[in-house]
Structures are given as C-alpha cells and as structure tokens.
C-alpha cells in the first residue's frame, strides 16, 4: 500500500489536529491472510478519518438544505466527496450526479429502484447461484428471500453453464417477453468482464432502464483496468468498502441531460436526480454518517493516485496466477482444479468443488482453521447457499499486504492441500457420526463437531503454523516502515 501524506489528501476538506492520525488498531481482528473476494485493507488515512468528530453531527438533508444548523464544514465535506466521486471515475458532471450518503450497498440498491420503479414494476438481474447479488432480487421455486423479489417481480437471467459465461442471447430472448423495466448489470461471484454495450442494447431494446452494480469491480474501474460501466448505464452503484478501500458505504451515480429522443427527434430528458436523493432521504435514511463521507473523500482521493492504478494491476495479476495454479491442467503446472468461466478477468476466482467430493462450506472452515479466510459460494447447479459446491476466493486483501503472483502460487497450494485435509476429515466424520447412530452422518453439523477448533487434528496444527510463520513476513499495511 503506499504511503499518503495526510495533509497532500485531505486538507482542503479537514483542519483536523494530527492527534486523528494516531488511531487505535488493537481491537482489530488479527488474521493471517484474507482471501475473501470483497476483502481489502482500509487505508489508516481512511481509518482515522473514520473517526474524526464528523460520527457525532446530525446532517440531515443535503449541502445547503439541511434540516439542523451548524453544517458549514459538513457540507464542505460532502460536496468535496462528490466532486471526487465523479472525477475518480472520469464523469463530467454536467451528465452525471452521485449520492454519497448511503449506509451500504444493498440498501443503495433498493433505494434505486424505488427511485425509478413502482411496486410490482419488472427487474432482471443476474441469478444469485450463478453469480448475482441478493439485492438484485433473489427468490426461489418457494420463497421470496431479498425484500426486494417482495415489493418487485424478478425474474433472473444465468450464465450459459457449458462456458461459464452470461448467456446474453437468452438474456435477450427473455427480457423481450419479460418487458422488465429495470435490468441489473452486476455481479458478486462472477470473474469475468461484462458486456456493457450488449447489456445497453438489450435494455433500449424493451425500453428499461440499465443499471450496473459495480461494488466488486469499483477499484478497478476507478484505475482503468477494467471496462467502465458508465458510458452505457444510466444509473451506477457500488460499495465503496471493497477493491475502491474506502470506509463501509455506498454510492448511488446517476445521469443527467437527455435520455433518448422521441419519433419528432424532441429530447426526453432524465429525470433521476431529484427522485434518488429523495429515495435516500427522506425515503429510507435520516441524518448521513459524515465521518463515513469524510473518509470516503479521502479514498476517493487516493484511487486518483499512481500508486492506485499499480495497486489494482497488481490485484488482477495476482488473480490471474492464483487462477492459473488451480485451474491448469497437472501436465501444465496446475493443479486441475475447476475454475468457474475457465478462469478471471477481475480480482475473484470462483472454484467447483463438486468434482472433488467436498463442499464450499466444510473447504471454508478447514481453511479458517488453518488461518485462511475465504468463503463458501454458490456456483451453477447448487441449490443450497448453505451447502454449495464453491470456493470464492479474492486477491486484494493479500495484495495490500505485498503478496505477488509466486506468492498467489502458493496460496494455491495451500488451498489444494486444505481440499485434502477436507477430503479426509470428511471421511473420518461420517464414520464417527455412524458409529453413534446419527440421523444424518453426512451433515455439516456433524462434520464441523468432528473438527472442533482443529487443536486436535494434527494436519490442521502444521499447516496454521506454517501459515501464519509465512504471513508474518509480510507487514500489515497500516504500520509504519
């Protein structure tokens, strides 16, 4: 991570003493290595002014109109933050507007749609077992599990599972039937580029609006090393709490000026600012988190950086050769495993599991076990989010700390020897379980009071210890050289 001069980012927003910049990192959870798909490290700038005084003053409302007095410098504050927002992401700002103050980025979201949308009106997004989000509107044969399948009907579009690849032939062929008046472009689980262009014609196509939910991929957006979702959509969101390392929010981006031209060629012009901001507030938030926003402008700042755009080359390298290790063939170099789509574009790598007898979950305790976060995703075929068949797994946690792609390499195979040690716990679980008569041998409740905290199972006790004597050498971002 490189070294920022706090007063170079964020002085012409906050006269704050520099006693802010000495902030208290005990209390936080000491891992080895993250290797969550979402994960980052929080930049200490970010961090102390995460804790500046901002987290106490009531804001209702929006830069010179709020409902308490005293805001001068909060105002100062947010307008600085969007002004940034707009120039991370290159955006004229005659044609676009940002929302900076929601809370995080499902409720971002839903405070979209019920900007544009009316109870009952048609989304499609992408399915939640083939990469989509919960917040895309998620249901299944039986339940409406997002709120937002409650107060919309969704309807979702998959991957084509022979490629691993959005079926967007189909995506078509359904949205032409559906008549959906929104279409999600966003993922959470998917690795690689989406097609923007065809994404755009396919909603101008039913007359839909098309929104594109980059919380993922927000970073690598902002450093130009993936495709911008902006010259196609007409509304973005993103977390701003992953790849972009801010604080836990959101942003909800939105376009201004003319939508489309009627059959006399007369503009029909956007009308999506005033609707979102009174979807945010007053419609589902009261008083903005301004030490978020004030943390937020710093990030922002910082994605501006050289260093950001390294950082972010660094982070898809590093998924590239994790990738690469675990899914080339043995003959290769791999180790043959099967990667979801063949292999990444972004900064996830998404594993079937299902070929080596094991599961994404029993795989995600024996790796925590072990000091490896990752977590358990559902892949194509799955049909529980409990129990699912993948292993998702991202680089720019470990990035942060320094880690390359021999490092990668060798998270690879720490991961490959984990499935192993699953493999055979497994086994060993199920017979225990059966020597005592359970219902269900096979459960993951069993499996997971045979592994205990793992200080019994010896394979589990050497390769924490060596993981942590590696991870040690690397230092933690937020301490000094």
């Not at 706090?6 to 891992?31: N, V």
């Not at 590093?318 to 899914?327: F, S």
């Amino acid at each position: 991570m490189a070294n920022y001069d706090a007063g170079e980012i964020s002085t012409e927003a906050f006269h704050q003493p520099d006693s802010l910049g000495e902030f208290h990192i005990a209390g936080r959870p000491r891992c080895p290595w993250q290797c969550y798909a979402e994960s980052v490290v929080f930049d200490k700038w970010c961090l102390a002014k995460s804790n500046v005084p901002a987290t106490d003053k009531y804001s209702e409302g929006y830069p010179g109109a709020r409902y308490y007095g005293g805001n001068e410098f909060i105002d100062q504050s947010e307008r600085l933050c969007q002004q940034r927002a707009l120039q991370a992401f290159g955006l004229n700002p005659e044609e676009w507007g940002v929302n900076v103050q929601p809370l995080s980025g499902s409720p971002a979201n839903f405070y979209a749609y019920s900007a544009v949308l009316q109870p009952h009106d048609r989304i499609m997004g992408l399915d939640l077992p083939h990469g989509g989000h919960l917040s895309h509107g998620y249901q299944t044969p039986t339940k409406k599990i997002s709120a937002v399948s409650k107060y919309f009907e969704t309807l979702p579009y998959r991957l084509d599972e022979s490629t691993g690849l959005i079926d967007y032939d189909k995506l078509e062929e359904m949205a032409n039937l559906y008549r959906p008046k929104l279409i999600v472009a966003g993922t959470s689980a998917y690795s690689r580029l989406i097609d923007y262009p065809r994404m755009k014609k396919i909603a101008d196509g039913v007359g839909a609006y098309l929104l594109s939910d980059m919380a993922h991929i927000s970073g690598l957006v902002a450093a130009g090393v993936v495709p911008s979702p902006f010259p196609q959509s007409d509304i973005v969101t993103t977390t701003t709490h992953k790849s972009l390392r801010g604080p836990r929010g959101a942003m909800i981006f939105f376009r201004k000026g003319i939508r489309r031209r009627d059959a006399k060629g007369n503009p029909i012009m956007y009308d999506l600012e005033n609707p979102i901001n009174a979807a945010v507030f007053p419609g589902h938030q009261g008083g903005p988190h301004n030490h978020t926003i004030t943390a937020l402008a710093v990030a922002l700042k910082q994605a501006q950086s050289p260093e950001f755009k390294t950082y972010q080359q660094n982070v898809l390298e590093n998924a590239k050769a994790l990738a690469g290790r675990l899914g080339n063939s043995t003959n290769s170099g791999g180790l043959g495993y099967n990667i979801v789509s063949g292999g990444t574009d972004n900064h996830l790598v998404l594993v079937d599991l299902k070929n080596r007898g094991v599961d994404g979950a029993r795989v995600e305790r024996v790796l925590e076990l072990c000091g490896v976060a990752s977590n358990k995703n559902t892949v194509p075929g799955d049909k529980s989010a409990m129990k699912p068949g993948g292993l998702r797994m991202g680089t720019p946690a470990m990035t942060s700390r320094g880690f390359g792609p021999e490092d990668f390499s060798r998270v690879a195979d720490i991961v490959d020897r984990a499935v192993i040690i699953t493999q055979k716990l497994d086994k060993a679980a199920k017979a225990e379980a059966e020597s005592k008569n359970r219902k269900n041998p096979t459960s993951l409740k069993a499996f997971f009071e045979y592994l205990g905290e793992g200080e019994e199972i010896s394979e589990i006790v050497q390769l924490r210890k060596e993981v942590e004597d590696w991870v040690g050498t690397f230092s933690l971002p937020w301490t000094e050289e």
